[in-house]
Each structure stands twice: as C-alpha cells, then as structure tokens.
C-alpha cells in the first residue's frame, strides 16, 4: 500500500501560490488539501501548479452554509458539484450541522453520494465537531443507518466533545475506523482540537492515543489490499494554534510541527507497507 502524505494549503496564505506549492513539494509530500470555496478564482491556477509539480489534490469543502436546511442542502449541492468539476483525488466534506435531525443529515449524506455516482469523483465526510460526525457516538448511529458511509478521520474533534481520550468509547471506535478512507493527522485533547506543540513531553499522552487510533486504521486498510491511503498531518494556524497573550505571536511554528508529524508517520508506517 503506498502511502501518500498530503499537506493542508491551510495556513500558506501569506505567500505566493507557486511558491507555497513548490515549498510542499521539496518537503516531500505527494499532495495537497485545498480548502476551495465556491468559485475560488485561484482555482484554475491553482490545479494548473498543481499538476506541474505532480501534487495529488484533496479538494475539502467547509464552506457550505445556509440559515435553514433547504438552503444549506442546496449550498452543499452547489459545492460538491464545482469540487467534483475540476477532478480532484477525491473531496473530503464537514458535511450538515450537529443540530439537524438525523434525518436531515442522512438525506445529504444521500445526495453527496449521488454526486459522487454520477461525476465519479469519491466523497467521503469528515468526522468534525459542529458537523454531523460531531462525536464517536453520533457517528456510530450514522454508520447503523448508512452502511457505506466513508470518512475522513479527525479523531481530534471527539476528545474536544467528549472531554476524554476516548478511553471508554472503545466499542465506537472500532466500528468508526473500518470507515476511515482518509485522515487528519492532527492531536486533540480534552479541552481543545490541537495541542500546542505534539513534540512536547507533556502532550505525550494526547500523541500516543491519536497514533494508536491511526495504527489501527493503517492495519484495516492493509488487510484490504488498498492500494493506496492519504495522510494530511493538519495543525493549523491561529486560533487552532496557541497564541501568546497581547503580541498574538504563535507558541509554535505550523509548517515545523506538520513536516514533522507527516515524517513520523512515514518512519512509523515505512517497515509495514
């Protein structure tokens, strides 16, 4: 299986596009997540820079809105048909609002999968508090309804909702991680969605509960015979990242943290892949 490790564009917007494109390709990673909106004007030049430089793109949707549920469908709609227009390697989705019916999230998570029937282009929904996937538990329920239902991991949203490590949501974890076709490498804790810095000591806890969690999802998709898995080590910046108080200066450095999240993950998957 190879494995391909995907940098978020997030955090990047201070420098020119070309050059943040050929900055993630000398790192070393196969692809980039690219937060689109709807008709991004960058967006052709984008793909075109892209494609020179060989980078697989995620395209993420997280910007559909609406003030009921009809125009929030129709938003949504809107989005995953123009990501789906430029052929990205697939879209990952924050799909519908924590506070929809289930009803109402499971009839998008039906019309995301009719996009991706019709354009071919896979869709798959990103496990996000504020979103339908906002918890483990939640996003169990889902799966009992939705059997097909593909995610995109970012486990760091379930510590902040259920304050914990998870560590008596076992049962629910297992049924989630056979759905994961994507992950966010990103460390959460109980009281937030991104520990300051994962290289220190004391998050090596937090660290330890988020690698065993990924490790399970490199196994299940070993014994499937994928053919290939992403990875997008995804620290962000300011407010996700800490902040000191008056200057606002970050406690530490975005780009460093995921290069070195997205080298750990290599050197730890390396002998098994």
Known sequence: ???????????????????????????????VEYGCPLHDPIRPVFMELAGKLDLAVVAQQYDASGNNFAAYAHSLEAHLRYLASFKPLFINSQTGRDFYTMEENIALIQLAASIEQETGCRIVHETHRGKFAYS?????????????????????HFCVVSESYLEDQLASMERIIPHVHHLH??????????????????????????????????????????????ITPEFGPAPYMATAPFTQQPVANQWDINVYMSRLLRDRYASIL
């Open 185 to 230: 490498a990103r460390v959460g804790h109980p009281q937030g969605a991104q520990v300051t810095d994962p290289r220190l000591p004391e998050w090596k806890y937090a660290l330890d509960a988020h690698l065993r969690w990924w490790d399970a999802v490199i196994q299940v998709k070993l014994a499937a015979g994928a053919g290939y898995f992403t």
């Open 1 to 31: 299986m190879q494995l391909l490790m995907i940098c978020p564009i997030w955090g990047m917007a201070d420098m020119p596009l070309q050059d943040a494109l050929q900055k993630i390709k000398d790192a070393g990673y196969d692809g």
């Open 136 to 156: 483990a538990a939640t996003t169990v329920q889902y799966i009992n309804n939705v059997p097909a239902l593909q995610l995109a991991g970012d486990f760091s």
